[in-house]
């Protein structure tokens, strides 16, 4: 956390001609709002140790969210704030059992485009679904984390391509340990914190990016 704080500290952000603070918006399902209650007994709290003088994080989690919703709720939060200058994501595993993950892939490329299109500047994380014990409704466990693995692949690639960040929350992606709450699909606290690490990595690298494009 010490490195962290240094490399994004309000001194090194003036050096960029930075005044306002960046905003980072933690988007998803139901792991983005627990992960926001389990942010409060931090003590930088929400904020996963950015100082405010370099970002302001906003976690917007929405319950059982699919991918479709996505679009939708950026505009929305769009309407009551202004757009990020980093959007993490973290959705898509609420979809896995519901339709076929080639169609999965096809619509989180449409829709990042379209993100792309119209927030020029946006630096875009995507958090890589993680493997769960249960996939309601599934027929196989196995064949659902398969899936899984081939969507992470997938938008992996073309978030690489296309200048995006990816989280790989390799701990949680050996599906092994005590993580996971009694439901097999949601994280316990243990498992929010290690998700949550990730997702601090994340942003920070976003940060950078979005820094240096600032000239």
Not at 102 to 125: A, H, N
């Amino acid at each position: 956390m010490g490195m962290l704080r240094d490399s994004l500290s309000p001194g090194t952000w003036r050096e960029y001609g930075r005044t306002e603070a960046a905003l980072v918006w933690i988007l998803g399902h139901s792991y983005v709002f627990w992960g926001a209650i389990r942010a409060d007994v931090r003590p930088s709290g929400r904020q996963l140790g950015f100082s405010p003088e370099c970002a302001t994080v906003r976690w917007l989690g929405v319950r059982g969210m699919l991918w479709g919703g996505v679009l939708r709720e950026v505009h929305h939060f769009v309407r009551l704030d202004r757009p990020p200058d980093v959007l993490v994501l973290h959705v898509g595993g609420n979809d896995l059992g519901k339709r076929p993950f080639r169609e999965l892939v096809r619509d989180v490329k449409f829709d990042l485009l379209r993100i792309w299109e119209l927030f020029p500047g946006i630096v875009t994380v995507w958090s890589d679904i993680v493997p769960r014990k249960v996939w309601r409704g599934a027929r196989s466990v196995e064949s659902l984390n398969k899936a899984r693995i081939k969507v992470n692949r997938a938008v992996g690639r073309f978030m690489a391509r296309n200048g995006g960040v990816v989280v790989r929350h390799e701990v949680l992606e050996k599906g092994e340990g005590a993580f996971w709450r009694a439901d097999g699909v949601h994280l316990n606290a243990v498992g929010t914190d290690l998700w949550a690490l990730g997702i601090q990595s994340g942003v920070e690298i976003a940060l950078r990016v979005w820094r240096d494009a600032q000239g």
